[in-house]
């Protein structure tokens, strides 16, 4: 595992090269800033998420890190929003490489947001 500290220079996420793909390629332990906690960025791709959930909490509760999952590949608007809610009740940030596959995850959590405030 490395470390290293988080720069935001720019519009685009840090962990993301130009092309659309993650520069981080292993779990990494990064410094957000004081005052702020340590994140452990562990990259996976989305379908192997939920498999390596355990582990990647285990080894993030024992850096003492918040877990953020960097996600990548392509997904359905369903299986995106069942993964969504199942890391949101893991305590999990998961973060999605690529500008469209954020669009797509921006539009399903303003539903998901919508549905749950329409059952309230």
């Not at 490395?2 to 990494?28: D, F, K, M, V």
């Not at 999990?92 to 959590?109: F, T």
């Amino acid at each position: 595992m490395h470390s290293q500290e988080a720069t935001l220079e720019n519009n685009s996420p840090w962990y993301e090269s130009p092309n659309g793909t993650c520069t981080i390629l292993q779990p990494t332990l990064v410094n957000m800033g004081e005052g702020k906690p340590l994140h452990l960025m562990f990259p996976v791709h989305w379908a192997k998420s939920l498999e390596v959930l355990p582990q990647a909490k285990q080894m993030a509760n024992n850096l003492k890190a918040m877990l953020v999952l960097l996600l990548h590949g392509e997904a359905s608007d369903s299986q995106i929003a069942s993964l969504i809610v199942e890391l949101a009740e893991a305590e999990v940030l998961p973060l999605w490489i690529g500008e469209q596959n954020r669009q797509k995850v921006d539009r399903i959590i303003s539903m998901l947001f919508s549905q749950i405030q329409e059952n309230a």
